[in-house]
């Protein structure tokens, strides 16, 4: 099997890594929606660190410390702020909407982190970037429409997009710190950083959790790490602008498990609305992609630090 994917193209694998990121992603989704109702988003999100941590631990005591070291103690503080924010804002919206209608309000995220980009980093704003922004705007306005009561936005879609937009901040906080830290470090800190952040305000409002809500808990964490480390891959052997399109097949995996679990479908306008969406994200400039074929975790230092493109926007919020 290994042999067979090293005779493909490193595009080709690029796009089949994020491809199986994306549903390893919905993977995480439906974990978190199985999770019994009446256990608070707060402690999903500590019951996860505290079994994630555990496992880095061990991997931890098995590798040494090295991996783990920082330079920017304060950017990891911030960046796990963001990150579990972003999980606690889409593990609430999970609660009120379907998979794949979470997922659909995702998409904007791509979008936002551009315009971050522009905000903090000063990059061009250019007629595109204007062009592709409003038509998002519009997609998520027209997944929106059936659902608002007047112009009252429910809590569920709102947690969405605070959602992404809170991912937004959070890669482009990851785009300066891969240049000091290592990527386990990186995914070592945040589930710290959440322990220390959820475990109290869940301890205020715990609720007996069995076997299963642990279980589901421990593999959103699974899921999510497998996530991350798909997409790692993927971005490592092919242009971000080949790979990014594949994203978005994170909507039909989404109406897959709707269907399987929660016996579930979105309304059709949500397609309508994720089109104009993923159309938006193809208007983008697709330059400055991540260079392929980087040898291993480590060399991730290399990479530039310059703002993200959409096309290098594809990690999900969910991890």
Known sequence: MTRTLARLSGNLRGVLWMTAAMASGVCVDVCAKLVAAEIPTAQILAMRAILTVVV????????????????????????????????????????????????????????????LAVVFFGEKLTGRKIAATLLGLVGVWVMCVPKMNGFGVPLGIAAALVGAFCFSAQTLFAKIMVRTETNFSML???????????????????????????????????????????????????????ISPAAYTALPFSIAMDLIFFDMLPMPIVFVGAGLVV?????????????????????????????????????????
Request: net charge positive; proline share 4%; charged share 15%.
């Open 56 to 115: 880095f631990v061990v991997i931890v005591m098995c590798i040494g410390t090295r991996h783990v070291r920082t330079r920017r103690p304060m950017a990891h503080i911030a960046r796990g702020v963001l990150w579990y924010g972003s999980l606690f804002c889409v593990f609430f919206a999970l609660r009120q909407m379907s998979i794949s209608e979470v997922n659909a309000y995702l998409f904007i995220e791509a979008l936002l982190t551009v315009m």
């Open 279 to 319: 159309f938006a994200v193809t208007l983008l400039d697709f330059k400055g992609g991540v260079k392929p074929a980087i040898a291993d975790a480590d060399d991730a230092k290399s990479l530039t630090a310059k703002a993200p493109s959409a096309g290098d926007c594809t990690a999900d919020a969910r991890v």
């Open 188 to 242: 070592f800190w945040p589930q710290l950083i959440a322990v220390v952040i959820w475990l109290p305000v869940a301890i205020i409002m715990w609720k007996p959790a069995g076997f299963a809500d642990w279980a589901f808990s421990g593999g959103a964490g699974f899921f999510a790490m497998s996530t991350n480390y798909m997409v790692l891959r993927a971005v490592r052997v092919a242009d971000a602008s080949v």
